[in-house]
């Protein structure tokens, strides 16, 4: 239940970081945060209310590292597809149709055997 539950997260000073959202999608409860900015131990503190059972608390903490400012990315098309011919997956492709090739002919051949085998 997102009514009634509580999470705060706190920074490696002390200063509280969420928003306090709290948005329940299926199991997971997802809290709202402000713009991490310091580096360090994140202190996680939880109490949840269940429907027909006993809350849970706890806490947990989280270290974020070389961390200046989050901005947000902004959307740029994805990279086209290089034609390089070192690309992994041309190179399993030919290999493939090398293998059927030579798959092919080695059934003519054994066919051929076969034929001059049995005839006498």
């Known amino acids: 239940m997102d009514l009634g539950s ?3 997260v706190v920074d490696p ?3 509280r970081v969420d928003d306090g959202s709290i948005t329940v999608d299926g199991k997971n409860l997802i809290v709202g945060l402000k713009p991490l900015t310091n580096s360090g131990a994140y202190l996680v503190t939880y109490e949840l209310l269940t429907v027909n059972d006993v809350p849970l608390d706890g806490t ?9 400012e989050i901005t947000n990315s902004t959307n740029s098309p994805a990279p086209e597809p290089s034609n390089d ?3 992994p997956n041309k190179v399993t492709d030919y290999l493939v149709i090398g293998l059927l ?12 055997f ?7």
């Open 6 to 8: 509580q999470i705060t």
């Open 13 to 15: 000073s002390g200063a």
């Open 60 to 68: 947990f903490k989280f270290i974020v590292n070389g961390l200046s």
């Open 85 to 87: 011919e070192s690309n």
């Open 101 to 112: 090739v030579f798959a092919f002919f080695m059934l003519i051949l054994l066919s051929r």
């Open 114 to 120: 076969a034929r001059k085998t049995f005839r006498k």
